[in-house]
């Protein structure tokens, strides 16, 4: 008997229809001999409906009351389930964050948990029933609702699996697994049985967006296993668990791309110390995300270029942030650029094996594909390229990977 | 300068837009000097969404996770008028009935309100902020949200009203008054300016449905005042108050009228103690609303009839109990009637003045309408009569007792 948390997300529950084909997969589960925590996420949909009604009362909402309202979808799609789970004759209890302890910090839209209460859900769990948890959101210190970010469904069941030291944390989507790229751009695209919370985590970040980064942060701190698998099969999703020694067999495990970036370069700016961390201070106050930097030692130890990326939706502002510390700098001249995208190789298999950059490089500048940025970490190598690439890129290096086969 | 409790329905606060105008009219609440807690409902047809979605899953749903469900849309629209108010510069906070301790017992769908967090509310207006409260929800000492029932914010408001030792609580519909009898069958019928708690429950119970039972209920315990006005204009509505002696001058107050329930016949009971006693146990046990109840005295002393009232929602169920009952009873047979209305005539005017009923049957029999069943109470006379008369009978009634005038 193991004790499992299934998450199930928005398109999971989308329909009255599926919410019982939910149910029914929870009421196997416990007729294989478990015990299941389950957690699902707003109705699809839902969260953006509820977004929308924010920004037509104010476009720039308080956090307080935006969190309040976007936890909301949470609390129909748990009692639902928890309705069609007893109507099965499986006993089910829903639970919102205040009712279980769900605490976290204060940060509105994107809180950190801090603790679970867990006795709560085990006691439930003693009188045999099915606690069906609200994802997605917590409480502050206050009192007062909190949300974990999009996706952070993910994170409330890796965190509950985590607190209730429960054998697996099932994340049910509607996508069958992890693949080796995005299948939309590589048809020979596989799925991955098994991937580290490592690897996870630049794949994560990186734009594969099954997973959300702190839910395998979280997973990774406890030790907590991670399925990720198809709720509308029933066929073996990936893993996502510790690393072992297998895993360094394979030099890049996926290629993964993300469009969202975009890229800014002030130009001219003084070669001294000091000048990096006035542009960033600025940004970081604005909390607009940097991704990578890049600053060319200046040829005549004078003046360089400065260049980052950015999210797309930040670029005006970073924009009109960064014009007067230019301006104050005496650069030169700030330029954007939208069409970029950042391809990715990652794998744990990189820290055994050499020349994978070099390869890397290779095989793009074969496909006619010119670099404009590189960044590396120790098991991933990013690119930043033009945008029109990125098919033609991820499919190059899936194949030169040997991930077709 | 007084404390204000304004509560807005769902029709109120059923769009953006008319969630802008309740944070106008709090706003201009608040600079004429005055301090103010909102109550709100769901959005219109919210709850109706919510309810349609739980009897899909289950269409007999379990009552805690539907009150969890139906609860929700409350969650949704507190968080919106804060928003609003916020972004008017007005600070506001939601509070959900969990967050000021709106203790309830644990009947579910139409629990009672046991106790109020009058201090955290107290603090927050201390702080200068608009507190808004979600009505229709409550939490049982398990913690469990519970509901109060259709019309519950009524009472949600006048409760707070009490707790806080409010000046008034403003009921916001989307009409302008408590009228004398149906607009819409009697043009004549006016606004009332004025009517007693004792009066407005007999209205409330009676098929007036613009505040909830409990909620003036509530209002007398306490001596709330409670202004019944429109949300969509600034004119005076009506006060709900106590009773004082310029209200006896008026005889007959307001003509209701109630198409809501069927009447059940079980002919020949043996006319012994304990009869009707055994007959409404069981109804009782289903938790079945009866009415009237009329036993006419046997002309024999052997056998008589029992006649009573109940919602026609109910009346297959009635039935189905009643049989084995009536054939254990040796009764001869039941009869259901569907198309039958209650007609009312209410004023405390009546406890001083005699002759009401008889005037009330005289003219119902000069316009051929037929009695089925009486009762009558200190301030109100109810006639049951055939469904198809009820519109002439509240006509003739109307203005036969002056308040056409």
């Not at 919370?197 to 990774?220: D, H, I, N, W």
Request: overall charge negative; charged content about 25%; hydrophobic content about 45%.
């Amino acid at each position: 008997m193991a004790l499992i948390v299934q998450k199930y997300g928005g398109t999971s529950v989308g329909t009255v229809e599926r919410i019982k084909n939910v149910a029914q997969r929870v009421k196997r589960t416990r007729e294989a001999g478990h015990e299941v925590v389950v957690v699902v996420s707003a109705m699809a949909g839902e969260t953006n409906r509820l977004v929308k009604l924010a920004y037509e009362v104010d476009p720039d909402p308080i956090s307080r009351e935006y969190d309040a309202l976007i936890a909301s979808g949470e609390q129909v799609s748990t009692a639902l389930v928890a309705l069609a789970l007893n109507k099965m004759g499986v006993p089910a209890r829903s639970f919102l964050a205040h009712q279980i302890e769900m605490r976290t910090d204060a940060t509105r839209s994107k809180a950190r948990i801090e603790s679970v209460g867990g006795p709560i859900l085990r006691a439930a769990i003693e009188r045999g029933e099915v606690p069906v948890v609200a994802g997605f959101q917590g409480v502050d210190a206050e009192g007062s609702i909190t949300t974990l970010g999009r996706g952070g469904s993910d994170t409330t069941g890796v965190a509950l699996a985590a607190a209730l030291n429960a054998d697996v944390c099932e994340i049910y989507t509607d996508v069958d697994g992890i693949y080796t790229t995005d299948p939309n751009i590589v048809r020979a695209a596989r799925k991955i049985e098994r991937v580290s919370y490592e690897e996870m985590l630049e794949l994560a970040s990186l734009g594969a967006k099954v997973l959300q980064t702190r839910s395998v942060e979280f997973g990774m701190k406890y030790g907590v296993r991670i399925h990720v698998r198809s709720s509308f099969d029933e066929s073996e999703g990936s893993w996502v668990v510790p690393e072992d020694e297998t895993m360094e067999q394979v030099v890049v495990r996926a290629v993964a791309y993300d469009k969202n970036d975009a890229r800014i370069s002030v130009l001219g700016v003084p070669d001294q110390p000091g000048v990096a961390a006035k542009v960033f201070a600025v940004l970081s106050e604005a909390e607009i995300v940097v991704d990578m930097i890049i600053q060319n030692s200046s040829q005549d130890g004078t003046k360089t270029d400065l260049t980052f990326t950015v999210p797309k939706a930040d670029v005006l502002t970073a924009r009109r942030l960064m014009e007067p510390v230019a301006a104050a700098l005496g650069a030169a001249t700030i330029k954007t650029d939208n069409q970029i995208s950042k391809v990715s190789v990652v794998g744990v298999g990189m820290r055994s094996h050499s020349g994978v950059a070099a390869k890397m490089f290779g095989v793009l500048s074969q496909a006619g594909v010119n670099i404009q940025m590189i960044a590396t970490s120790e098991i991933k190598i990013s690119v930043v390229i033009d945008e029109a690439y990125t098919e033609l890129a991820v499919r190059v290096l899936h194949q030169a990977f040997g991930l077709d086969t």
